[in-house]
Nanobody, 123 residues
Framework: QVQLVESGGGLVQAGGSLRLSCAASGRTFSMYGMGWFRQAPGKERMFVASITWTSSTYYADSVKDRFTISRDNAKNTVYLQMNTLKPEDTAVYYC?????????????????WGQGTQVTVSS
């Protein structure tokens, strides 16, 4: 069982930055792939970024070159640094963990999810 707790969301003006954190319980964090997803009101949950257990990273085209995912296995934490934020980035952001160490883009392959943190970008 893995528990995930996100933090770091909030209200920011367009062009600003936020860093989301996702703290995980459990001693096998380093063996999991981790992903960030987001869900805007009335829309499906969408892939944002993911990182494998060896720290290979993947991004949605809409956030590439603006967002950076990273992990600190000593702290059991994964981060999402978000720069140059746009109003269309407004959503609830969720972190999730996938067994096997891979970092798929499909939400269905993740088995543990956090409760989400709200990010609101004003224009």
């Amino acid at each position: 069982q893995v528990q995930l707790v996100e933090s770091g969301g909030g209200l920011v003006q367009a062009g600003g930055s936020l860093r989301l954190s996702c703290a995980a319980s459990g001693r096998t964090f380093s063996m999991y792939g981790m992903g960030w997803f987001r869900q805007a009101p009335g829309k499906e949950r969408m892939f944002v970024a993911s990182i494998t257990w060896t720290s290979s990273t993947y991004y949605a085209d809409s956030v590439k070159d603006r967002f950076t995912i990273s992990r600190d296995n000593a702290k059991n934490t994964v981060y999402l640094q978000m720069n140059t934020l746009k109003p269309e980035d407004t959503a609830v952001y969720y972190c999730a963990s996938a067994p096997g160490g891979w970092a798929p883009r499909s939400s269905g392959e993740y088995i543990y999810w956090g409760q989400g943190t709200q990010v609101t970008v004003s224009s």
